[in-house]
C-alpha cells in the first residue's frame, strides 16, 4: 500500500547523506508514482510534486546535515497542508440550535455517523436532536431509532411526512424542547442523480443548516473526488466526513477530496462502533499516510538537540581514523540528550521499533562508561594504546568500576572505531553516517 511504498522510498533517503538535485527527483518520482496507486487524483498529486520537488531543491536541504530527512520533512509537511494544515471544528450557532445535515451517498455512513456525532458532541456538554429524513429505505429510521437509543439521545421522525417537512418540524421540536444541536440523517442514492440533489437542496433551502457535511467512504477511491464535486457544486458543502477509515485504505481518497473541494475534513470515522469517530488532525493523518508513527517529531527532537558542528567534527575525525576516546564520549552525550532511549523508540513506526526492541538499550551501562572515560587523563583518552594494566586499575578504582569494565568499554570503544572507520572509507567522501536513530 501506500504507506508501505512511501516507507521504501524514505528509508533509502533517511540513509543517504549527500543528496543531489537527481537523487531527489528519482524519490520523488517514487512518491508520485505511490500517491496515483493510492488513487490520489492525479493533479493534485501533480501540484504536490512541483512543490514539495522547488522546496528540497532549496540549497538549505541540500547543504544541510540530514538532507534525506529534510526532504521527508517538507513531504510531512505539504502533505498537512494539502490535507488543511488545522482542526476544523463544528461551527456552532450563536443562537441555538445548530443545524447539521449529513449528505452523501447510500452506503457511505451517514446514519451511523449521524449517532456517532451526536454521542460526541453530548459528552462535550450539548443537547442533540437526531432528526430521520431517510423515508425511502424501511429500515433507515428504526436505524437509527435504536442508535439514539443505545446513546439516550432523542430521535425525531414523522411517520408518512416528506423529507422536507420531517427536517422543518424536527428543527422546531429542537427549539421547543431546547436541544441546541440538531443532526438531520439524509437519503442517499447509489450514485449521484439529480433527483437526490433536488432533494438535498430544498431541506437545505428550508432549514438553513449551519453545516453541510458530505460523508464519504474513505474506500471510494479515484471516484470520491467526483462525488465531492457534484456536493460540492449543488449544495456548497462546508465540511466533509471521512469514513472507514480504519479499512485498509491509506486515505488516498482524503487527499483529493480536501485538495479539490476545498471544503476540511471535520471528523473521521474510524470503525463501526459508536465511539469510533474522531476530530480530523491533518498532521496526524499526514503521519498516517506515511506510515511514519511520530518519527517526524523525533527527527525534530534530533534537530534541536544535536549540536550539528559537533556531529560533523566527529565525523571528521572518524574518516581520519583520529576518533578518539572523547570523541566517544561526545557522542554518547548527544545521545542522551535526546531523552530516555525507550521513549525515543516509542516514537519510531511500528517495525522499526520492533526491530530495534530487540537492541539492549541499557541506561545504566551509558553512566558506567561516563564514569569510566571521565576517570582517564586527556593523554589516555587522545591515545589509549598507552593504557596498560596499572593504569587500567587505576581508572577502575577512579570510576568506581572494575578492571572487568574498564577492558570491556576498551574493547568496545576499539570495536566501534573500527567499524566506524569501515563504514566512513566505505561511504566515500563527506557521506555521513546515520545518526543513531
Ligand atoms: P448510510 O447509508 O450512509 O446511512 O450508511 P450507514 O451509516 O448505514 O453505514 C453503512 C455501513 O458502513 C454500516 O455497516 C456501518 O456500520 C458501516 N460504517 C460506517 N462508518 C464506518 C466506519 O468508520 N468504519 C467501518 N468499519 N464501518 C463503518
Ligand atoms: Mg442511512
Known amino acids: 500500500n501506500l504507506s508501505n511504498k512511501l516507507q521504501d522510498t524514505f528509508k533509502r533517503l533517511r540513509g543517504m547523506g549527500k543528496l543531489s538535485e537527481k537523487n531527489i527527483e528519482e524519490s520523488l518520482r517514487e512518491v508520485r508514482l505511490a500517491l496515483l496507486e493510492a488513487d490520489v487524483n492525479f493533479k493534485v498529486v501533480k501540484d504536490f510534486i512541483a512543490t514539495v520537488k522547488e522546496r528540497s531543491i532549496g540549497q538549505e536541504v541540500l547543504n544541510s546535515l540530514t538532507p534525506g530527512q529534510q526532504v521527508i520533512k517538507i513531504v510531512y509537511e505539504e502533505l498537512t497542508k494539502l490535507m488543511g494544515e488545522h482542526e476544523a471544528p463544528l461551527k456552532l450557532a450563536d443562537r441555538p440550535p445548530t443545524i447539521v445535515m449529513l449528505v452523501g451517498l447510500q452506503g457511505a455512513g451517514k446514519t451511523s455517523t449521524a449517532g456517532k456525532m451526536a454521542g460526541l458532541l453530548k459528552k462535550q456538554g450539548r443537547r442533540p436532536l437526531l432528526i430521520a429524513a431517510d423515508i425511502y429505505r424501511p429500515a433507515a429510521i428504526k436505524q437509527l431509532q435504536v442508535l439514539g437509543g443505545q446513546l439516550d439521545i432523542p430521535v425525531f421522525s414523522l411517520e408518512g411526512a416528506d423529507p422536507v417537512k420531517i427536517a422543518r418540524q424536527g428543527v422546531e421540536y429542537a427549539i421547543a424542547y431546547q436541544r441546541d444541536l440538531v443532526i438531520i440523517d439524509t437519503a442517499g442514492r447509489l450514485h449521484v442523480n439529480e433527483e437526490l440533489m433536488n ?18 467512504d474513505a474506500m471510494t477511491g479515484q471516484d470520491a473526488v467526483n462525488v465531492a464535486n457534484s456536493f460540492q457544486e449543488t449544495l456548497g458543502l462546508t ?199
Open 199 to 216: 432533494e438535498l437542496k430544498e431541506i437545505q433551502a428550508r432549514v438553513n443548516p449551519h453545516e453541510i457535511l458530505l460523508v464519504i
Open 239 to 437: 465540511g466533509v466526513i471521512l469514513t472507514k477509515l480504519d479499512s485498509d485504505t491509506r486515505g488516498g481518497a482524503a487527499l483529493s477530496v480536501r485538495a479539490v473541494t476545498k471544503a476540511p475534513i471535520k471528523y473521521v470515522g474510524l470503525g463501526e462502533k459508536m465511539e469510533n469517530l474522531e476530530v480530523f488532525h491533518p498532521s496526524r493523518m499526514a503521519s498516517r499516510v506515511l506510515g511514519m508513527g511520530d518519527v517526524l517529531t523525533l527527527i525534530e527532537k534530533a534537530q534541536s538537540n544535536i549540536d550539528p558542528g559537533k556531529a560533523k567534527n566527529i565525523f571528521d575525525k572518524m574518516r581520519k581514523a583520529e576518533f578518539t576516546l572523547d570523541d566517544f564520549l561526545d557522542q554518547l552525550r548527544e545521545m542522551k540528550k535526546m531523552g530516555p532511549l525507550d521513549q525515543i523508540l516509542g516514537m519510531l513506526p511500528g517495525n522499526m521499533s520492533k526491530q530495534l526492541k530487540g537492541v539492549q538499550v541499557n541506561e545504566k551501562e551509558m553512566v558506567k562508561v561516563e564514569a569510566i572515560i571521565q576517570s582517564m587523563t586527556k593523554q589516555e583518552r587522545a591515545n589509549p594504546s598507552i593504557i596498560n594494566g596499572s593504569r587500567r586499575r587505576r581508572i577502575a578504582v577512579g570510576s568506581g568500576t572494575t578492571v572487568q569494565d574498564v577492558n570491556r568499554i576498551l574493547q568496545q570503544f576499539e570495536q566501534s572505531r573500527k567499524m566506524m572507520k569501515q563504514f566512513a572509507d566505505m561511504g566515500g567522501k563527506g557521506k555521513m553516517p546515520k545518526l543513531p536513530f
